[in-house]
C-alpha cells in the first residue's frame, strides 16, 4: 500500500494555516482597538502604539510570501495598509497640534481615524469569516 500524498493546493487557495494566522492578526488588532475604547488611550494610538498591533504588523510581513497569489493576500495587504495609514493620520494630527489653531482639528483627525481603524478592522475580519477577497486598489 502506498503512502497517500496530499493533494497540491489549488492556485489561488491559501493554506488553512494561513487562514488561521490572518485570524489571529485580525484578533490582535480588534485586541488593540478594544484596549483603546476601553482604556485611557485612543483607539488610534492604541492600535499604532500597542504590542498586539506591532507583533500582528511583523506577522503580516513574516507571512507575506506565503500568501502571495492567493485570496488572502488582499487580507494581509488590507491590514499592512491600515496600519500604516494610521500611522500617517497620526502624523498629520501631531503636525496640526503643533499649532494651537490647529489642535481643533487634530482631535476631530484622531476620532475620525479612530472610526476608521474600527471599520477596517471589523469589515476585514468579516470578509474573511465568509473567505472573501479584499479589494486590492
Known amino acids: 500500500m502506498s503512502n497517500p500524498v496530499p493533494a497540491p493546493l489549488q492556485a489561488g487557495q491559501p493554506s488553512e ?9 485580525y484578533a490582535l488588532h480588534a485586541f488593540a482597538v478594544f484596549t483603546g475604547v476601553v482604556g485611557s488611550a485612543t483607539i488610534i494610538g492604541s492600535f499604532v502604539a500597542s504590542l ?6 511583523i506577522l503580516n510581513y513574516w ?6 497569489g492567493t485570496w488572502v493576500e488582499s487580507h ?3 491590514q499592512i495598509r491600515t496600519f500604516w495609514f494610521a500611522v500617517l493620520w497620526i502624523a498629520v494630527a501631531v503636525l496640526l497640534a503643533l499649532t494651537v489653531i490647529g489642535i ?6 484622531i476620532g475620525v481615524a479612530g472610526l476608521w ?6 469589515r476585514g475580519w468579516l470578509a474573511l469569516i465568509g473567505r472573501r477577497a479584499l479589494p486590492m486598489d
Open 63 to 68: 507571512n507575506q510570501a506565503a500568501v502571495r
Open 17 to 25: 494555516n494561513m487562514v488561521t494566522v490572518t485570524h489571529l492578526i
Open 117 to 122: 481603524v474600527l471599520y477596517r478592522v471589523v
Open 104 to 109: 481643533p482639528f487634530a482631535l476631530l483627525l
Open 52 to 57: 498586539p498591533s506591532i507583533a500582528a504588523i
Open 76 to 78: 494581509f495587504r488590507w
